[in-house]
């Protein structure tokens, strides 16, 4: 099954644990309905949702409980999760035939309002 359809199948259960490999984040401003996905524990290390995660801790801290609440609107993380999914298919792919490495553009601002 591909890491896309298991963020579409995940994200709409509720207190089901994910599979090994992936973890639960809740994502959505203050004041938003916060909408649950599961996530390859891979993205965790891409430099995007390293900066997702950042503002996770600038906005809560360390000390949440239960899944991770990213402070971001649900679109942007959707387009997010959508480039790191591209991007480590294509290093996947790139490994078979020249192992070149792509930099993960820097989205300033991105994660806000």
Not at 64 to 92: H, L, S
């Amino acid at each position: 099954m591909k890491e896309e359809s298991l963020h579409r199948l995940f994200s709409f259960g509720r207190r089901t644990m994910p599979p090994k490999g992936f973890v639960t984040v809740r994502v959505g401003l203050e004041g938003e309905e916060k909408k649950r996905f599961v996530v390859p524990v891979e993205h965790f290390r891409h430099p995007l949702f390293v900066e997702m995660l950042e503002e996770a801790e600038k906005e809560f801290g360390f000390e949440q409980k239960g899944a991770i609440v990213i402070p971001c609107r649900v679109d942007r993380f959707n387009q997010v999760e959508a480039i790191i999914d591209r991007e480590f298919a294509g290093v996947a792919g790139e490994r078979h035939h020249h192992g070149s490495h792509h930099h993960a553009p820097h989205f300033v601002g991105f994660f806000g309002a």
